[in-house]
């Protein structure tokens, strides 16, 4: 009779081994490839975030993407700027109501345009929002000219 547990030890790992360490390397070029996809996009990046944040003032805005905000198509090999987030309207009346308010949002521009386009109907989303949520009631008759 044969001892199971030497059989088992005896198992030659160096197929294995060789495995492990083609996936450790895959790993390895994996999150390198995305630092350097991180470290080329931060710049161009930040522009397209300040240039959303002017569109949206004085609105504020959460960032989902935390350093990650590019889309790579593999089938095409092309990549555009992809940010996730949400948006929550300023109060700007007088009062403040006990109301939590946002709007999620998701833009993929393909130009310029189509970014502003989308931050522009995003401001007016937030604006609305904001008035329908947080305008008081006085503020509503001085609007309509009912107190002076």
């Not at 090999?77 to 109060?91: L, M, Y």
């Not at 130009?111 to 931050?119: A, I, K, Y």
Request: charged letters at 30%; proline letters at 3%.
């Amino acid at each position: 009779m044969t001892n199971p547990i030497e059989e088992i030890r005896a198992i030659d790992l160096t197929n294995y081994q060789r495995a492990q360490q083609m996936k450790f390397d895959a790993r390895t070029a994996d999150q390198a490839a995305e630092k350097a996809l991180e470290d080329i996009s931060r710049k161009p990046a930040a522009a397209l975030l300040t240039r959303a944040k002017k569109i949206l003032d004085p609105h504020l805005i959460e960032w989902h993407h935390g350093s990650r905000c590019l889309l790579v198509n593999h089938a095409e090999q092309t990549v555009r700027p992809h940010f996730t987030g949400v948006i929550r309207p300023k109060n700007l009346g007088f009062y403040k109501r006990w109301a939590e308010v946002s709007i999620k949002f998701s833009i993929t521009g393909t130009d310029m345009e189509d970014f502003d386009t989308v931050c522009k109907g995003l401001k007016k989303a937030a604006d609305a929002l904001a008035d329908a949520m947080f305008e008081s009631e006085i503020l509503k008759y001085n609007k309509a000219g009912i107190i002076k």
